[in-house]
């Protein structure tokens, strides 16, 4: 094959690149070209959107919804090791990209749908609790389901890197058939069929915003499972029929790069489009209750509070009489008649002197001032009083 001959470099390529990243740049073929651009553009498209989804979480209203945050950063994180794993279907086969294959394409699969499968399984104890578990519960639950198949490609990893007794061949980790290689998904195979079954009992749930969830996993899960369906057919049997048994790799970076793609449009653009938006559906309080109750609290306590204190000023000034001694029957004014409620200090109560002075100028009318006096239990007359006030003056 002259791509893969080292002295002839295929259209596009440089003459001092090695052959086995040929297909980075070929120009004849093209396949290798155009996934590599999809990829690239994959890999800058989640980087985006996991910058988005982490500046979006303090803007999030709804404490459901912001529990999902940990799973869908997960599946990014996932999605964006798909795309990363795309290049090394479209380089050759050395030890390096055949390790990184075999044991990275059930790992980071198998990543994206457990997160997945713990979404629509929250979905469904929402529906029928009306509460879902916490999202550390949840990221716990998917962290487990993603360490088996990381445990089982593992094993098989050390297994198949042995080689026999007496035999010694380069590159071992290459040289596996087809078959095996599928056979040894076939728990990320579980994980899909779980992805489509699990949401739904989720899309006849009350809410609308829960359906929907449902419904991003249910067609996630779908095309998931027509893409798994496709390139398993085509590298298990449909490339041998056809004779064209050397697009084993180009089946698997397309198949790969798509799926991750599918995991992008179909689930995470969808939910982080509604991560910030409140819910249509959310029922409003119908007992009548204020909707500020805090501040019709503090309103209610000042009011309270002013009473009580106007209450106690008036109690306060009550403990003051007035010797009303009226020397005609006309009865005479009060100088309190007025009196508001206003605090003590802010009421104009004459002195002795000034009483003294007043009573003087009206003795022609007959009117006595009274004054405010503390009532007491053998009260004094006005004039004994009088004359008191003069001799402390006096001294």
Not at 93 to 101: G, L, M, N, Q
């Amino acid at each position: 094959m002259d791509a893969m001959d080292p002295t002839l470099a295929p259209k596009g390529c440089s003459s001092s690149m090695s052959s086995i990243y040929h297909n980075l740049c070929n120009l004849t073929t093209l396949w290798g070209v155009v996934v590599e651009g999809i990829a690239a553009a994959g890999v800058l498209t989640s980087f985006v959107l996991l910058m988005i989804l982490i500046a979006s979480l303090p803007f999030v209203t709804d404490q459901k919804r912001k529990g999902m945050v940990g799973l869908q950063a997960s599946i990014l994180i996932f999605t964006l090791g798909l795309f990363g794993l795309t290049f090394a279907f479209i380089v050759g086969r050395f030890s390096t990209s055949c390790v990184a294959r075999r044991f990275l394409f059930g790992v980071l699969f198998s990543g994206c749908l457990a997160c997945l499968v713990m979404h629509g399984l929250w979905l469904v104890l929402l529906q029928r609790r009306g509460r879902g578990p916490r999202s550390w519960t949840l990221w716990l639950g998917a962290l487990a389901l993603w360490l088996v198949e990381v445990i089982i490609n593992t094993e098989w990893l050390v297994i198949t890197m042995k080689s026999p007794p007496g035999v010694i061949v380069a590159d071992l980790s290459c040289f596996i058939a087809n078959q095996d290689f599928v056979m040894a998904l076939i728990y990320v195979m579980v994980l899909v069929l779980a992805v489509v079954l699990m949401p739904f009992p989720s899309l006849t749930h009350k809410h609308k915003q829960w359906r929907r969830d449902g419904a991003f996993i249910l067609t996630t899960g779908l095309f998931t499972l027509a893409i798994w369906i496709a390139w398993i057919v085509m590298y298990i049997h449909g490339n041998r029929v056809a004779g064209n048994a050397s697009w084993d790799d180009p089946t698997l970076a397309v198949a790969v790069v798509s799926n991750a793609w599918v995991f992008l449009f179909f689930y995470t653009i969808p939910e982080i489009c509604l991560l910030t938006q409140e819910d249509p559906d959310q029922e409003q309080p119908d007992d009548g209750e204020n909707i500020y109750p805090a501040r019709s609290l503090v309103y209610d306590n000042v009011l309270k509070e002013t009473e009580a204190t106007q209450q106690s000023v008036y109690m306060d000034n009550r403990a003051f009489s007035t010797d009303e001694r009226p020397a005609e029957p006309t009865q005479p004014e009060s100088p309190y008649g007025a009196y508001n409620g206003q605090v003590r200090s802010c009421v104009y109560q004459p002195t002795e002197l000034a009483l003294i002075a007043k009573g003087l100028t009206m003795m022609d009318h007959g009117v006595m001032i009274p004054r405010a006096r503390a009532p007491s239990l053998n009260p004094g007359s006005v004039r004994s009083s009088l004359s008191r006030s003069l001799e402390s003056l006096a001294t």
